[in-house]
């Protein structure tokens, strides 16, 4: 039995200068953050973001076969949590090439960090934490407190990001 890493961040306790100059330096070399609800929350920019999940998703030890496109706008697309404003992402040259996706769950009291990505030849230089950074902010102006996401315990990438940002194994 797979025996999933459950994560969680206090929110309100995040230090958001500690990330800020991630921020800054993926701008200075040249790239630009944006949020789908921004770029706008359509057919095109669902595709875009289906190809860009489907590419970063290829690394997620025992992911499995990726959705079809159909299956993705219904599952992940259109269902009520979905948050075009809570769909933050990196671009470079017009190409879309980092995202994190939070969605708000407001019965549970929680925010959910659905699924942050890097395309591989832009990793390693701190774009992840950006991402998350402004996803966080995203969750935090929102009102809420507690950001929860789970991993595959082999996922060691994506479970030293979020420890790395403060993450801490969920107690509930
Ligand atoms: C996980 C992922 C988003 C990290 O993106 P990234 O931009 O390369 O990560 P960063 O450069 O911002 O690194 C942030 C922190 O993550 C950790 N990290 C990133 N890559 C790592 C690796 N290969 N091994 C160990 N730790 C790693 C480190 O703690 C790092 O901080 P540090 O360099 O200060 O120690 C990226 O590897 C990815 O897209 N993976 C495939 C998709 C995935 O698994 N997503 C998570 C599931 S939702």
């Not at 973001?49 to 025992?62: G, H, M, R, T």
């Not at 809570?86 to 699924?115: F, N, Q």
């Not at 479970?159 to 509930?172: C, H, P, V, Y």
């Amino acid at each position: 039995m797979v025996e999933w890493v459950r994560l969680e961040l206090d929110v309100g306790g995040f230090d958001d200068a500690a990330f800020e100059p991630y921020l800054e330096q993926a701008r200075e070399a040249g790239i630009t953050f944006t949020t789908m609800a921004v770029l706008g929350d359509s057919a095109q920019h669902h595709r875009a973001l289906y190809e860009l999940n489907k590419a970063c998703s290829a690394d997620i030890p025992e992911r499995g076969e990726f959705y079809t496109y159909d299956a993705y706008i219904a599952e992940r697309i259109e269902v009520p949590s979905f948050d075009p404003a809570g769909v933050v992402l990196a671009t470079h040259d017009e190409a879309w090439i980092g995202m994190s996706s939070s969605s708000l769950h407001p019965g549970k009291g929680y925010a959910v960090s659905e699924m942050t990505g890097v395309l591989a030849p832009y990793r390693g230089r701190g774009l992840s934490l950006a991402l998350k950074l402004l996803a966080i902010r995203f969750v935090r102006a929102a009102g809420y407190r507690r950001l929860v996401t789970i991993h595959h315990p082999r996922n060691a990438s994506a479970i030293a990001m979020n420890r790395r940002l403060g993450f801490a194994d969920r107690t509930d």
